[in-house]
C-alpha cells in the first residue's frame, strides 16, 4: 500500500523559510513524477513544483519559481521543497502526490494518483 507522508508546515511570517518533506513508501519513485500541489480555502488545487525522478527535470508553478526548490534523497526516499521567501499568499495546505500510473501534465492534479495527507503553511504579515 502506497502512503505518502508529509511534514514541516507551520506559521511564519512574510519572508521567512520552510522546508516540507514527503516520505514515500509502499511504492518505488524511481522513473516517476513526485509533486508538491497546494490547496487553500475556497481554491483549486493547484501543482507547486515537481520533480522527475529519473531524469532529474524540475517544473515550478510561475509564481513561486525563484523562491521554491523541490529536490529529493533518493536514498530515504524523501521529497522535500524548500520554500524561501514566503509570501502571504503561499498559505495553504500543501500535498505530496506522485503518479501511481496516472498520467497527465506534470503540474496538474489529473497527472496523479497517490496523495498525502497535507502539511498546513501559514505566512503572515
Known amino acids: 500500500q502506497v502512503h505518502l507522508v508529509e511534514s514541516g508546515g507551520g506559521s511564519v511570517q512574510a519572508g521567512g523559510s520552510l522546508r516540507l518533506s514527503c516520505v514515500v513508501s509502499g511504492y518505488s519513485v524511481n522513473n516517476n513524477y513526485i509533486a508538491w500541489f497546494r490547496q487553500a480555502p475556497g481554491k483549486a488545487r493547484e501543482g507547486v513544483a515537481t520533480l522527475q525522478t529519473g531524469g532529474g527535470s524540475r517544473y515550478y508553478r510561475g509564481s513561486v519559481k525563484g523562491r521554491f526548490t523541490i529536490s529529493r534523497d533518493s536514498a530515504e526516499n524523501t521529497v522535500y521543497l524548500q520554500m524561501d521567501r514566503l509570501k502571504l499568499e503561499d498559505t495553504a495546505m500543501y500535498y505530496c502526490?506522485?503518479?501511481?500510473?496516472?498520467?497527465?501534465?506534470?503540474?496538474?492534479?489529473?497527472?496523479?494518483?497517490?496523495w498525502g495527507q497535507g502539511t498546513q503553511v501559514t505566512v503572515s504579515s
Open positions: 502526490a506522485t503518479q501511481c500510473d496516472a498520467f497527465g501534465p506534470v503540474l496538474a492534479v489529473t497527472g496523479y494518483r497517490c
